[in-house]
């Protein structure tokens, strides 16, 4: 299986499902400005905020999911889609230069550079970061995502990640953890919480 596949929320199971509606309301609240989704998929929150928003810039390293968000995009006028490295965005944006970084869906978890993409997030984020990733504690609801949709993986119950090729490490974290990013990013944690019992998200705003 691929990613773009793998994206196909019409095969996800409920819990997921509802961490999408619970998102939703998530996203548009805290959504201004110029907005940068850093691992943008299939383009699932085009919709959403590009019409509430000055501008939504979507980057994802993935070829074959671009194409199919340019086709979400076509009715808006304000939104580009690049395929760009997270780990390198402060030399194609410059710093400071969306108001809004969203990274949702476990991306940062399931990076390999994770800290690495976090100071860039940093430097091009002017205002404010809304992060969401897997909880620590969910591991049987995690899993059911990988059954639902027939992913092979392997799971380290120590550390609570789960392995597959289609994802790699899909690493999980505490709200303790949401603070020490907050320190990576040198901005202030504002607001956490959890969405449908199952992934946790901080706002951070600059200092």
Request: proline letters at 1%.
């Amino acid at each position: 299986m691929e990613i773009n596949d793998a994206l196909d929320t019409n095969s996800w199971p409920v819990e997921f499902r509802q961490y999408l509606q619970e998102e939703t309301s998530l996203v548009q609240r805290v959504s201004s400005g110029k907005v940068l989704d850093v691992g943008c998929g299939k383009g699932r929150l085009i919709h959403l905020i590009a019409d509430k928003v000055e501008s939504y810039t979507g980057i994802d390293v993935n070829e074959k999911v671009l194409v199919e968000a340019k086709k979400v995009a076509e009715p808006y006028s304000n939104v580009d889609l690049i395929k760009q490295d997270a780990r390198d965005m402060v030399s194609l944006f410059g710093e400071k230069s969306f108001e809004t970084v969203l990274c949702l869906f476990n991306t940062i978890g399931s990076m390999p550079d994770s800290q690495k993409v976090l100071e860039q997030i940093s430097r091009v984020s002017g205002k404010k970061v809304l992060i969401t990733l897997a909880a620590k504690g969910k591991l049987n609801r995690r899993i059911k995502y990988y059954q639902a949709l027939g992913i092979e993986y392997y799971v380290n119950y120590e550390t609570e990640t789960i392995t597959s090729q289609v994802w790699g490490d899909s690493r999980a974290y505490s709200f303790a953890d949401l603070e020490e990013i907050a320190k990576l990013l040198n901005f202030k944690l504002t607001e956490k919480g959890i969405i449908a019992d199952l992934m946790i998200y901080g706002i951070f705003e600059r200092y």
